[in-house]
């Protein structure tokens, strides 16, 4: 029987015992060692380098003492000046960072509005450098204080290569925008999808604090999956991540492939809704789905072909989900993103063709919620990404690689030009 590597079990278990204290702190050794089924050696021996390394502090409890020892109840707690992160959201018409904390605390946050898809590839870093620098100076702190970034995007992303597969606001992939943000910042960058992104953010600080096993599907520009499994993000090979959007929903006799994202993504649902100037117009500006409503929140009525848009939608997406329940027997699936605007014309379809298609044998078995998080909350949750891997790595030594890692494929990154990196 081949047995683990006694390095790996170590980042391991360092890992479990950071994630519980920043989950349940203050908490004591005891209860650290019973919630990670490590051993009381165990846990004392990682606390205690913790605690030289600074990452986490002790706190005295009162008068509250221990009667074997007659000593007061030392609790544990992560240090918020441990670390500083900033994690950024590309979005179709923003870019968004946020600085936080080791906590995941948000010390600032800055919105930079700008037409992503139209800047060649040197500008697109240009601005994402931009962003992080105001947003590190609004933090009253320097690029020095920063110990990594994490940039995250709609598409699907090699985690550790950072190789941008395919990317729905951008102009060309694969792309070399770490690389390119490497040599502008000198800083540790990973790239991630937002999917990831936002699942980790609904773990840490939104709607599945209490789960280690669920599912987010974003709707926006494409449509993404996360994959929550034991607390930790689930990714394909090459660490891969999922774009939903690409799912085949044509039937077997068909010799045309359809896929969920031509009907179904916000751009392919606006484009749907026929030639309205005024839609086109706010469509460019990002406000197309703002746009459809009217005053009450809710689709005009008297535009039925928009009602008729969402719909088709919800009830594709819908049959999606139903096949990731299927597959996954989740207990719960997230909905995130621009699309639920929409609103019940969307969702209530959606929950129809969901509750209509699922396996009966599973149909008590997963809770489907929305969250109507703004692009801070994703950016936070690639803040929150950033900060697992320096949870997860010997600190100061490994995390996020300074240089691209190797890629086994003939598909190199493309550079990327720009005066900065001349």
């Known amino acids: 029987m081949k047995t683990a590597d006694p390095e790996l079990m170590r980042a391991i278990n360092r890992f479990h015992v950071l994630d519980t204290i920043r989950r349940h702190g203050p908490i004591a050794r005891v209860e650290i060692s019973e919630r990670t089924e490590l051993s009381a050696t165990t846990v004392s021996q990682i606390t205690g380098l913790l605690i030289e390394e600074g990452l986490i502090a002790p706190r005295q409890v009162g008068d509250i003492r221990s009667t074997a020892r007659g000593r007061p109840r030392v609790m544990l707690e992560l240090n918020p000046d441990a670390a500083r992160v900033v994690g950024v959201k590309i979005g179709a018409h923003r870019i968004v960072a946020v600085v936080t904390n080791f906590l995941g605390d948000v010390l600032a946050s800055l919105t930079l509005p700008v037409r992503v898809e139209r800047q060649p590839p040197g500008v697109v870093a240009d601005l994402v450098e931009d962003a992080i620098r105001r947003c590190v100076a609004d933090a009253r702190l320097s690029l020095k204080e920063i110990n990594s970034v994490c940039v995250s995007l709609p598409g699907v992303v090699e985690h550790g290569s950072g190789l941008i597969r395919y990317s729905p606001v951008l102009r060309k992939s694969p792309t070399g925008l770490r690389d390119a943000l490497l040599a502008r910042l000198d800083l540790p960058v990973l790239i991630e999808s937002d999917a990831n992104a936002v699942t980790v953010a609904e773990h840490w600080f939104r709607l599945c604090r209490d789960l280690d096993n669920f599912l987010v599907v974003t709707l926006e520009q494409s449509i993404g999956l996360g994959v929550m499994h034991e607390g930790q993000i689930y990714r ?32 392919a649902i606006l484009a749907s809704c026929g030639e309205d100037p005024q839609l086109i117009d706010a469509a460019r500006l990002g406000r197309g789905l703002a746009h459809l409503m009217g005053k009450g929140g809710v689709l005009e009525a008297e535009r039925p072909s928009y009602r008729q ?114």
């Open 309 to 422: 848009a969402a719909a088709t939608a919800g009830r594709a997406i819908g049959l999606a989900v139903a096949n990731l329940v299927t597959l996954f027997a989740p207990p719960r699936v997230v909905l995130v993103g621009s699309s639920l605007a929409l609103g019940e014309d969307l969702v209530g379809s959606l929950r129809q063709a969901l509750a209509r298609a699922v396996p009966p044998y599973l149909s008590d078995v997963t809770e489907l919620v929305t969250d109507d998080m703004d692009d801070s909350a994703w950016a936070r949750g690639a803040a929150a990404t950033a900060l697992r891997e320096l949870y997860g790595a010997p600190w100061g030594t490994t995390g996020p690689a300074r240089g691209p890692a190797p890629i086994n494929h003939q598909e190199e990154t493309a550079p990327w030009t720009g005066s900065r990196l001349e």
């Open 236 to 267: 394909g090979a090459r660490g891969i991540s999922f774009n939903l959007g690409d799912l085949v929903t044509s039937s077997p006799g068909s010799a045309a492939i359809s896929r969920l994202a031509d009907f179904a993504a916000e751009p």
